[in-house]
């Protein structure tokens, strides 16, 4: 039986569910009703970035700029959630010049698009909130009404995805 390392922080009725559904073979299916549109075409760095301006644009306008979106292959599941974002500061003549990056797991790219959306609205947020607070999830659901949802289902997806190998 998988350990439910992407649950741990749920509680023991939502576990127990999910146990469940593993035994019985019910957790995939759920899955791919719920997300019949698995494939997307959100395949390359371009239109990751692309994504991603779209919706800085829609949603904080006034937030600082981002220099680099891309899909990272090297991203460990674990260790480093399913992307990153990083803040690179460096001096130039007598300024401070910042560029904020965005990597995202290359897995996301099999993942329904509703989900890769959802990870780069938690990656956008970290350019005003850097810490996981009360403030931080306001603005991801805010950009994505559906947010818990889909990081639930997201940690669903990976928990099938480890039980069938």
Request: net charge positive; glycine share 4%; proline share 4%.
């Amino acid at each position: 039986m998988t350990d439910l390392i992407y649950l741990r922080s749920y509680p023991e009725s939502i576990l127990q569910q999910v146990r469940v559904a593993l035994q019985n073979g019910s957790l995939g299916e759920s899955l791919n009703r719920r997300y019949p549109e698995q494939n997307h075409n959100i395949q390359t760095d371009k239109a990751l970035y692309e994504l991603t301006l779209q919706l800085k644009q829609q949603f904080m306008k006034s937030s600082d700029p981002i220099s680099k979106v891309q899909f990272d292959p090297k991203i460990h599941v674990i260790h480093n959630a399913l992307g990153t974002h990083s803040q690179i500061s460096r001096v130039q003549g007598g300024k401070l010049k910042s560029k904020n990056e965005i990597r995202v797991a290359s897995l996301l790219k099999q993942m329904p698009l509703s989900i890769l959306r959802m990870v780069v609205v938690h990656e956008l947020a970290h350019l005003r909130e850097k810490d996981h607070n009360k403030a931080f999830y306001q603005l991801c659901q805010y950009m994505e009404p559906q947010y818990h949802q889909l990081e639930l289902d997201l940690r669903l997806f990976l928990t099938w995805r480890d039980s069938q190998s």
